[in-house]
């Protein structure tokens, strides 16, 4: 009986065992792959171009040689305890630019309206939309009511705007964003700029699930995003510190809808750069420093509890990697498909995660079994083997990478704690998979998907990074 029960967990080991190994290594190619683009780049861009001219910063920026107004949507479904010092950081920022804040709100959700009425009263810059469906619908629904705001006001000033600019009610703006989206949206269809989680607080453990969204978009927004760019491939909206241009965005006008969103989708963002890029318009990664040698980007707490992570990721599977595949479809030439093969690759990733982790339990139950009694076992194929070790060094290359970038944007010490915080990103992506299938197949069952947003807290800028 042992003998047969040893066997049994030898061949489901190596079984799981080779599809982990498998799909690592596919994975790890991938990302290694990006590694050396992004590498060859670097070198490139610091010997044909850095050598000879200097960086450009928002010091040196020159004026739009076609200024106009810029949008700012702020969709908000409860989010009394952020709206208010968001909106009073924003307008602090940008005291002589060109824009109009539209904030959308719904009815029944009186504590924010609340909130936004007195700092609306007065300022010309704020204009409000009220949703005339009860909240929570999505964002998508949301925009679209701000979408419409934002024709009343162009038919009122007689004027359209130039661009719109997504931002989230926690969001903490930079003071020269309005001067670089005016002035580089005279060139491209869509600009994103970085986004850097704030830095977590409270226990260990609630910072590390807080920093390693940080890990993330360190190298996300730090090494992917620009290689997408330079392989001509589309610049997906990071539904924050991103700008539309007009009159491009306006095409993709649904009378069904409302506006340019779909509310039937949770990444209405990340949908319509694509969207546009279908189009024909061309998107830009921007990553330039002010005058005092910081990144200009948008910075935000990210959740820092297992569950509001959890839910949050899986809302972003669900409508990248999930409803990707069948609303977005596949475009382009080799470079697009391969994006949008990494975009998509969430839900087998965390299935591979997921038999790793089993495989490596599978092992500690064999090697104790294996202690209290002689067991018959037998060796790992070769090819296992051989992939085992190939992982390894795809695995200790990646740590680098990730410890480099994330050093990078936030210092030596996050960067060494970024490794150990993979084990953190791995377990959520696991969960946050598991949830995200169960999601889409009610969605598919009929069950509308609603927003399923997070709280959130706006930082204390006297104290807090």
């Not at 599809?19 to 990006?34: R, S």
């Not at 241009?245 to 506006?259: P, V």
């Not at 030596?412 to 995200?436: C, D, E, K, S």
């Amino acid at each position: 009986m042992g003998d047969m029960l040893a066997a049994g967990l030898v061949a489901l080991h190596h079984e799981v065992l080779l599809f982990a190994v498998v799909g690592l290594a596919i994975g790890g190619l991938d990302d290694f792959l990006v590694d050396l683009l992004f590498i060859a780049r670097r070198c490139w861009r610091n010997v044909a171009i850095y050598a000879r001219h200097p960086r450009m910063t928002t010091a040196t920026l020159p004026a739009s040689f076609r200024p106009g107004c810029i949008a700012i949507f702020i969709p908000a479904w409860r989010e009394s305890d952020v709206i208010g010092p968001m909106l009073r950081h924003a307008l602090a920022c940008w005291p002589n630019d060109n824009y109009r804040i539209f904030v959308g709100l719904y009815s029944n959700d009186p504590e924010t309206i609340e909130i936004v009425a007195p700092i609306a009263a007065g300022e010309p810059r704020i204009i409000v939309g009220i949703n005339p469906r009860p909240g929570p619908s999505t964002k998508a629904d949301c925009l679209n009511v701000l979408w419409q705001a934002m024709l009343a006001e162009e038919a009122r000033i007689g004027k359209a705007f130039k661009a719109v600019v997504l931002h989230d009610a926690e969001d903490v703006v930079h003071a020269d964003e309005i001067r670089l989206f005016d002035f580089m949206i005279d060139r491209f269809a869509l600009v994103q700029l970085p986004v850097l989680p704030l830095p977590g607080r409270g226990t260990w453990f609630a910072r590390a699930i807080a920093n390693h969204y940080g890990d993330e978009f360190a190298e996300n927004h730090g090494k992917a995003l620009t290689v997408r760019e330079a392989l001509g491939a589309s610049i997906p909206s990071a539904g924050v510190a991103c700008a539309f241009e007009r009159a491009i965005l306006g095409r993709l006008f649904d009378t069904a809808h409302g506006g340019p969103f779909d509310p039937s989708s949770l990444t209405e963002d990340y949908e319509a750069g694509l969207r546009i890029a279908n189009m024909g318009g061309r998107g830009v990664f921007v990553r330039m420093r002010d005058r005092t040698g910081a990144l200009v980007a948008t910075r935000e707490y990210f959740p820092d509890s297992i569950h509001a992570a959890v839910r949050q990721k899986a809302r972003w599977i669900v409508g990248i990697s999930l409803a990707g595949w069948d609303r977005m479809g596949w475009h382009g030439g080799v470079a697009e498909w391969w994006m949008r093969i990494r975009d998509r690759r969430a839900t087998m990733a965390a299935l591979v995660l997921f038999a790793a982790y089993m495989a490596l339990i599978l092992w500690g139950l064999i090697a104790v079994l294996g202690a209290l009694a002689p067991l018959s076992t037998t060796p790992l194929p070769p090819l296992i083997t051989a992939l085992l070790w190939f992982n390894l060094g795809l695995m200790g290359w990646r740590a680098v990478m990730r410890a480099l970038f994330v050093g990078r944007a936030y210092g030596w010490r996050q960067g060494l704690m970024a490794i150990p915080r993979t084990f953190v990103a791995n377990y959520i992506a696991i969960l946050a998979a598991r949830r995200a299938v169960f999601l889409y197949g009610k969605s598919l069952l009929g069950q509308p998907l609603s927003w399923d947003k997070t709280q959130h807290c706006f930082p204390d800028l006297k104290t807090d990074p």
